[in-house]
């Protein structure tokens, strides 16, 4: 049997144990940062939105200013069949962690609010989809122009 020994100088010691340290703290801070911005959805997808207050606090969660109040409220049904239109719209609000398809054929509200600029008349909507108050979609669009339609969530 063979016994191997060595010996560290206490500053070895020392500089291991302070990069030991050091890439904890790294590590930790990377990946709370990460945990955070994932659980935006989440958090708020759990919460109720029963308020003009909550949806603007949503929004500004965000990093979206809006005018106090909604511009448009609009109750309609989600189709029971997407076609290219809806599915590519549902493929947004996947990539931002929702998916419409448990809601075909429900009652949905949608609150589409002015985005504040610097113009006055600002051609940018902020639009959030509740059911029973829980967010189940949201997106950007714009309506000058050809527009477009972008999520939300970054």
């Not at 500004?60 to 109750?75: L, M, R």
């Not at 996947?94 to 419409?100: A, N, V």
């Not at 940018?124 to 527009?147: F, V, W, Y």
Request: include cysteine; glycine fraction near 4%.
């Amino acid at each position: 049997m063979f016994i191997y020994t060595f010996k560290a100088s206490s500053i070895k010691f020392f500089a291991v144990l302070l990069l030991s340290v050091f890439a904890l703290v790294v590590f930790v801070s990377v990946t709370s940062d990460y945990a955070n911005q994932s659980n935006t959805v989440t958090a708020f997808s759990d919460a109720k939105l029963s308020t003009n207050e909550d949806r603007v606090n949503f929004l500004k969660a965000n990093g979206i200013i809006v005018e106090g109040s909604p511009c448009e409220i609009i109750e309609t049904v989600v189709p029971e069949k997407f076609d290219s239109v809806y599915q590519e719209y549902n493929n947004i609000q996947m990539s931002q962690g929702f998916d419409l398809e448990k809601y075909k054929g429900k009652e949905v509200t949608r609150y589409s609010y002015i985005i504040m600029d610097d113009t006055k008349e600002s051609k940018t909507i902020a639009s959030i989809i509740l059911h029973k108050n829980r967010i189940i979609a949201c997106d950007i669009c714009n309506t000058e122009g050809e527009g477009y339609v972008s999520a939300l969530i970054k």
